[in-house]
């Protein structure tokens, strides 16, 4: 139980995790019964809230941290990563 | 939340004169009333708020829900209205709102605005970000979301029964009249500003009338007054200071007090009536809003009252007000002033009198116009003044009339309604005036005066129709001046004309009420103002220290001169030299020197 998953991506769409974005993010992370955690540039948000998301400036190009801890905590955060990886299904 | 903030001193128009000091009292820009309120009842209070407020994030969830599902939504739109939900039920919003309340015991609507401001402050310091500004719309829908819920819909009137039980100022981008119509009847409020130009505008004359300190124009209050615990608002210079240093609240509170002083004495003899030292009289009424200040205007020396406006007391009414709810309010009126004369006005809907059952856009649709295309809403009124006019002496004023024809049509329905009320007798105490506002009625007034008992000039609307000024555009703020002469000019010639007939002529616009041209009237044969009841006092004092002859001089002088500034310069000049004790300027150095 006492496991931590991390993972750093590249933002690839276009817009960045804007609004749309963060709402698909958060339901992904939603599936998962893990605590996940968002990092960029020394700030840490709670990654099941899309307000705590849109928080964090995340523009195309940037990268960020995933943190999850708590069960399948390697598999959440592996998928996450793909979402973001794959520019959120947005046409580029 | 908020760091302590510094000490701000905004500078806008004077409205009302004096000095108020309290706490802020927040009106936001877009929703009528957000105040800020401490939640009284210790944490069983704070814990209800809460569920009030849960409650408001599941009824917008739910409402976002329903447009979801029932609408057939583009992918796209779906997906943002999604990301909407989600963000009104997010944790890290409803905890931080939940937190705000139970921690710091304010209302919900208060800790929304501040969760939302803090957010959008930590946003804008997120870092260079195209997308910002999307972002910060998104925040925006659902805090307005928020909002509208809490507030319980449309609206702020929910709100005025939440008022402090302090003093307070009330700080807004700009009221309606029905909110400030409200809000005048609080114990607690100690004076208004706002950022919307004040001018001669409605707003401006019921503010006067209420006499609270006000202060608009404002620019950047909000923006100020978010954090900020007090507020002065300074009349006499027409000034804001917001979140003030302790030294500064006292040097106010010694202002006040001199200030009020001031006014008090004015107060002393405001009962005898206003003579000049030679011995010409000036008759001096009251401009009202409710039944409610009849005692005000007596309070401040009014022989009449000169001006009843109605439309203003149905602002807050749902409906169309009916036949009984004119007479009772009509019959309180009189029966409250009598033996005082009362002129009631008809409605005159329109300008920017705004309200929830009559609104009209359009620029020569108001007064009497209104009224006889809209009968289900005249009539009522004038069945309600026939039935009252047993109980005083009634006068009616019919707004906005540009043909002998519009004051014809308006006896037969009087006779009409009379006659089926069976009230015909009441007839004989009822007397029918003409307001002059248009120009029309100033080159007709000769065919006017022969129909009607009395003029009523309304200065501020025959100035706008005049110069062809919007009142509320301040770029046009310089053409619209009661110096200009063809508006001196108009109400000499009127005062001829009512000699003439021998008809009653009564000024009653903002002009009536303005020290610096009392003398100036007397010299034109006026004998009869009509004003807010707090301008009384003042112009009393001047027409019992004036002399009829330094007027007719003035007189002498204003026909003579063909510009406006310098017909400006003259009277105040000549004013302010007559009257060292009562204009502004002087005593307004005085109070610097021995206050504030």
């Not at chain 2, 709102?97 to 959008?120: H, P, Q």
């Not at chain 2, 007090?230 to 009349?235: F, T």
């Not at chain 2, 009849?294 to 169309?320: C, H, N, P, Q, S």
């Amino acid at each position: 139980m006492n496991t931590m998953a991390e993972k750093t991506v590249t933002i690839r769409n276009k817009l960045g995790l804007h609004a749309r974005a963060a709402s698909m993010f958060v339901k992904e992370a939603e599936r998962y019964a893990c605590e996940v955690e968002m990092e960029k540039a020394g700030v840490r948000v709670n990654a099941k809230s899309i307000m705590g998301i849109l928080m964090l400036a995340a523009p195309f190009g940037s990268t960020l941290k995933i943190i999850a801890k708590g069960p399948n905590d390697e598999e959440c955060v592996t998928a996450l990563a793909r979402l973001v990886e794959v520019g959120f299904e947005e046409e580029a | 939340m908020s760091a302590e903030r510094n000490m701000t001193r905004l500078s806008g128009e004077k409205i009302v004169e004096g000095i108020g000091l309290g706490k802020v009292f927040f009106i936001d820009k877009d929703f009528s009333l957000i105040p800020h309120l401490t939640l009284r009842g210790g944490q069983k209070a704070r814990e209800k708020e809460k569920r009030r407020f849960m409650n408001a994030v599941k009824k917008c969830e739910k409402e976002l829900t329903a447009i979801m599902d029932e609408r057939e939504l583009p992918k796209e739109a779906l997906s943002i209205l999604e990301a909407h939900r989600m963000m009104l039920v997010d944790p890290t919003l409803t905890g931080e709102v939940g937190d705000t309340i139970l921690e710091r015991g304010v209302n919900a609507e208060w800790a929304v605005l501040s969760v939302f401001e803090e957010m959008a402050e930590r946003l804008a310091g997120s870092g260079a970000d195209y997308y910002l500004k999307a972002k910060a719309a998104d925040l925006e829908v659902i805090k307005d979301k928020l909002l509208i819920s809490l507030l319980g819909g449309a609206g702020h009137a929910s709100y005025i029964k939440n008022l402090p039980e302090e003093d307070f100022i009330l700080c807004a981008h700009s009221l309606t009249l029905s909110d400030l119509s409200s809000l005048a009847k609080n114990k607690h409020i100690r004076g208004i500003a706002l950022e919307a130009p004040g001018g001669v505008s409605h707003l401006t004359i019921v503010l006067r009338s209420i006499g609270l300190p006000a202060v608009l124009g404002l620019d950047g209050l909000l923006t100020e007054v978010a954090g900020c615990e007090e507020i002065v608002v300074d009349g006499l210079s027409g000034e804001a200071v917001v979140c003030p240093t302790m030294p500064q609240k006292i040097a106010y509170i010694q202002k006040k007090k001199v200030y009020d002083e001031y006014f008090d004495r004015f107060l002393t003899d405001v009962g005898d009536p206003a003579v000049s030292q030679d011995g010409a009289e000036m008759h001096i009424g009251a401009n009202i809003e409710g039944e409610e200040e009849v005692d005000l205007a007596k309070r401040y020396g009014a022989e009449f009252i000169g001006l009843f406006r109605t439309e203003l007391m149905f602002l807050e009414k749902e409906e169309v007000p009916t036949e009984e709810d004119h007479y009772a309010i009509y019959y309180e009126m009189l029966h409250r002033a009598h033996p005082m004369e009362v002129t009631i006005r008809v409605f005159d809907f329109g300008g920017d009198k705004e309200g929830r059952i009559l609104a009209t856009g359009a620029m020569g649709l108001r007064g009497i116009r209104f009224c006889f295309l809209y009968p289900d809403v005249f009539l009522p009124q004038v069945r309600g003044l026939i039935r009252a006019a047993a109980f005083g002496n009634l006068n009616i004023l019919l707004p906005f009339v540009s043909a002998v024809d519009e004051i014809r049509e308006f006896k037969a329905i009087l006779k009409e309604q009379a006659k089926d009320l069976k009230l015909e007798k009441n007839l004989k105490h009822i007397k029918i005036g003409a307001m002059i506002e248009l120009p029309a009625a100033l080159f007709i007034a000769e065919m006017l005066a022969r129909e009607v008992d009395f003029f009523s000039i309304g200065t501020n609307d025959l100035v706008q129709y005049l110069m062809a000024v919007e009142r509320q555009d301040k770029a046009l703020s310089q053409y619209f001046s009661h110096f200009h002469p063809a508006v001196l000019r108009a109400l000499y010639n009127l005062s001829h004309i009512a000699k003439k007939y021998k008809i009653g002529l009564s000024v009653c616009g903002e002009m009536g009420g303005d020290p610096y041209f009392t003398l100036l009237f007397m010299g034109m044969g006026i004998n009869s103002l009509s004003m807010s009841p707090i301008a009384i006092p003042i112009v009393k004092k001047i027409v019992r220290s004036g002399y009829l002859e330094e007027g007719k001089a003035l007189l002498n002088r204003m026909l003579m001169t063909t510009s406006e500034m310098e017909l400006r310069e003259i009277l105040e000049r000549e004013m302010e030299e007559r009257y060292p004790n009562i204009f502004r300027k002087a005593w307004i150095d005085n109070i610097r020197q021995n206050g504030g």
